[in-house]
């Protein structure tokens, strides 16, 4: 917890203790033995320090927050990048995933992992379908698109 604490992150650029207490922390070692940190420390600049780091906290929080949200849209590019599309359009044959809960025991391992084909009968609002089998019966509930895989006949 302590090494998390005192070390910068790369998403903020600041470490945790210093974005919650404005100070950056000793290390144990530091406190019961003599440093440099410590053989250099004066009151009165602490103080005016202190200070300045008070009226700097907000500015450093709100720099990290930027910096966050930066790192966050360049992650979220960096997976966009690789995620592939699904056109799937009304009247389209799709197989269905087989859940977990709606396989046969008795299958076991060999059992199908899809099945169908259905077709497409409308669409919802973007990757999410509702469906109908082939002699034209609605499937009870909508499905997400990660659960579907277009035929080919």
């Known amino acids: 917890m302590w090494s998390y604490n005192t070390t910068p992150q790369s998403t903020t650029g600041e470490t945790p203790f210093m974005l919650t207490y404005d100070y950056e922390a000793m290390v144990p070692v530091e406190v019961g033995s003599g440093s ?4 250099r420390y004066m009151e009165e600049d602490a103080e005016v320090n202190q200070r ?5 906290l907000e500015e450093t929080r709100e720099n990290s927050q930027l910096r966050l949200a930066a790192y966050q849209q360049r992650a979220a590019r960096y997976y966009n990048k690789k995620v592939k599309g ?20 008795q299958h076991g391992v060999f059992g199908a992992n899809w099945e169908g084909p259905y077709k497409i009968k409308a ?3 973007k990757g999410t379908y509702h469906l109908e089998d082939m002699e034209g019966k609605l499937v009870p509930r909508a499905w997400n698109a990660e659960h579907l895989r277009k035929y080919y006949q």
């Open 36 to 39: 440099l940190h410590r053989a």
């Open 52 to 56: 300045l780091h008070l009226d700097l």
């Open 86 to 105: 699904q056109l799937l359009k009304v009247g389209d044959l799709v197989l269905r995933k087989v859940m977990s809960n709606m396989k046969n025991s």
């Open 123 to 125: 669409i919802l609002w």
